[in-house]
């Protein structure tokens, strides 16, 4: 019986667990980094946010949709020819538009007065902010590459996507840059000399690991299932990489985004660019702020959402509560009970008395009234 009571307050533990593990979300906050897309307009208007050493940064921009055709229309097997070790072609560091965003990365660290760590550290934690997808769900192939401008438009990509829009922003910036390919990922190998952390050594000189999936990596710092595993090295032959002829005409004004955010053309122009002229406008800063992460609200963004689920979280506590004390509080079968038999009840008083004429109980031998032995003389 005492086995039986104990299975009531587990159940009732159990159901009790769900229903935080249901409404905790509600309470809480999480990271989320607004990506946006005018698709009105011949411009992308992107979005990004991180932090790093304290600080929640913004960067709002406006991506020419002629230059991420261009590279879109590169086939999949144009990027894939060579395998990892021919993701040069995908590193366009002749690209002007990455180039204003890798100067202007560059001028917003010179600001802070940032060391050649931190300058790296700065635009790795950009780079990380952006999601993670795979690409058979995105693009349906088993291994599709993304040219810079596709993982900024595309809001990210995997691991090589990634390794290829940090490769390139560091190039650029004058960092000496190399493919690190450990089984099954892809990451990137910043020359250093005396950091801390894990490097490997190629042509006689250290190059550290940098993680570019996942928030918080710093240089040096590599994933757990990484420790002690070899790696493919692959140097970036600049000089194999893919290069859009683009021309982007001005005259058309990009769309701000929703944000109210500057425009990449600052300025109108006088006449439209001379094709071969690779000279592209400014674009904003990345703004610095207070380090606010984005969240989400259950209570207050989604109120009728929040009401639906935590009423059926305390009617299902109540019915718990409810099953668990009927089950306490119903009769427990017992056996039937039955008087003890007593001499008095065995039968009549119908033992007739000869001597005296009294009746008495048939079990009497001497008569209750006179005292004579009944049935004798």
């Known amino acids: 019986m005492s086995g039986r009571r104990l299975k009531h307050p587990v159940k009732l533990l159990i159901i009790l667990t769900l229903a935080f593990m249901i409404t905790i979300p509600a309470f809480t906050s999480h990271l989320a980094n607004a990506q946006t897309t005018n698709e009105s307009t011949q411009y992308f208007n992107k979005t990004f946010a991180w ?12 991506i020419p949709r002629a230059l ?18 021919g ?12 180039g204003v965003l890798a100067e202007k990365l560059n001028q917003t660290t010179n600001n802070l007065h940032y060391n050649s760590f931190d300058k790296v550290s700065f635009i790795l934690a950009f780079v990380q902010s952006l999601p ?22 595309d809001d990210g990509g995997d691991c090589e996507d990634t390794s290829i829009l940090f490769a390139t922003i560091t190039l650029i910036l004058g960092y000496g840059t190399i493919y690190v390919n450990p089984t099954g990922h892809y990451a990137v190998g910043v020359l250093g000399n005396n950091l ?3 490097y490997w050594t190629y042509q006689n000189k250290t190059y550290y690991y940098c993680e570019t999936t996942g928030n918080g990596f710093t240089i040096g710092q590599l994933p757990d299932e990484f420790t002690n595993a070899k790696a493919n090295l692959y140097p970036i032959d600049q000089t194999r ?6 021309t982007v005409d001005p005259t058309d004004q990009a769309t701000p985004a929703p944000t109210d955010a500057q425009s990449i053309w600052t300025t109108e122009p006088t006449s439209t660019p001379n094709p071969t002229d690779n000279t592209m406008p400014s674009v904003p800063a990345p703004t610095k702020q207070d380090a606010t992460p984005l969240s989400f609200n259950l209570i207050s963004q989604a109120p009728v959402l929040f009401a639906v689920i935590l009423s059926a979280v305390v009617a299902s506590v ?6 668990v004390r009927k089950k306490d509080v119903s009769p427990q079968l017992q056996p039937p009970i039955v008087e003890p038999t007593t001499p008095e009840t065995l039968g009549a008083a119908n033992k007739f008395c000869i001597y005296c004429g009294s009746n008495n109980k048939n079990v009497a031998v001497y008569c209750e009234t006179c005292g004579k032995q009944i049935g004798h003389d």
């Open 87 to 98: 993701y040069g072609y995908l590193t366009t560091t002749e690209d002007s538009y990455i």
């Open 196 to 198: 801390q952390g894990s």
């Open 241 to 246: 990489q893919f290069v859009a002829h683009v």
């Open 51 to 62: 932090d790093y050493k304290g600080n929640h940064w913004t960067w709002n921009l406006s």
């Open 318 to 323: 109540g019915v718990a509560v409810w099953s």
């Open 132 to 153: 993670y997808s795979s690409d058979n769900v995105t693009t349906g192939y088993d291994e599709y590459p993304r040219f810079p401008i596709e993982t900024l438009v």
């Open 68 to 85: 991420y055709d261009a590279y879109k229309a590169v086939p999949d097997y144009a990027r894939t020819r060579n395998g990892p070790a």
